[in-house]
């Protein structure tokens, strides 16, 4: 699964928190799956719901999309303070449809205080089609930020407005640039653009980027501009190629060219 899924169910922190801890469990597949089904009986009462729900939430922290890969695992071994930050860096890493809505909200809080979903929909659907599946993921991600806060509207209205930002602290800065990044596909950023992106409107960000993640890097070109960038995976060096070959005599004889 790629993260230009569409998020179809709406998922609140307490269930991204049960994911992270059966992530954390190091299960095998088909067992932290069905782990995952087993927690939202008592929440999610249709079989089907259920099921595209814990399909969302594998997503983020089972299984995510190839690039998210690595800051997922950091996040599952590292995450503490206020999950908050953790969680919704998963969702925008693994679904970008999600970064790109949290994108148009917070372009539109910088306009006005007030964010209208119909207007939101007609949005997304002029960059991702004109079809029910992107009305579903619009509505189901609007929920899912009000579960966490970060915008408030009452059940059944198309009006929202910004909540209290969460705190993000310097040395989780980096690993949340690098969410956005990958939920953008890009390798890197201007550190300015970073700490004024639309995608982050729901977050207090700090002035720099901490040290100590391993996946990022920074470095300050000649007019001072500082880039943000995703470090290169190196790759593995490829084991040289057994060859087998035959003697004078037409007899078998194994000769590993290595």
Not at 95 to 117: A, P, Q, V
Not at 119 to 134: F, P, S, Y
């Amino acid at each position: 699964m790629s993260n230009r899924s569409l998020p179809d169910r709406a998922v609140t922190p307490e269930w991204m928190s049960t994911a992270l801890r059966i992530a954390r469990m190091d299960k095998p597949w088909i067992e932290a799956r069905r782990l995952l089904e087993i927690a939202l009986r008592d929440e999610v009462e249709s079989e089907t719901g259920r099921s595209k729900t814990a399909t969302l939430l594998a997503h983020c922290w089972l299984r995510p999309s190839k690039g998210a890969e690595p800051l997922v695992d950091w996040a599952t071994e590292h995450a503490d303070g206020d999950v908050r930050v953790w969680q919704l860096g998963v969702l925008i890493a693994n679904y970008s449809f999600f970064g790109e809505l949290c994108g148009e909200i917070g372009r539109r809080i910088g306009l006005s205080h007030e964010i209208d979903t119909s207007q939101l929909r007609t949005a997304m659907k002029g960059k991702w089609g004109d079809r029910n599946a992107v009305d579903v993921a619009t509505q189901s991600s609007i929920r899912t930020l009000r579960s966490f806060g970060v915008i408030h509207g009452e059940e059944g209205d198309s009006a929202s407005k910004p909540g209290d930002q969460i705190r993000v602290e310097p040395a989780v800065f980096p690993w949340l640039v690098h969410a956005l990044l990958v939920g953008r596909n890009a390798m890197e950023v201007d550190l300015r653009e970073a700490l004024t992106a639309p995608e982050l409107f729901m977050f207090d960000l700090p002035t720099g980027v901490g040290n100590g993640y391993p996946h990022l890097e920074h470095f300050t070109e000649g007019s001072g501009r500082v880039v943000v960038g995703i470090v290169k995976q190196r790759a593995l060096p490829q084991t040289p190629t057994k060859q087998l070959a035959l003697d004078v005599d037409n007899s078998k004889q194994l000769d590993l060219d290595c």
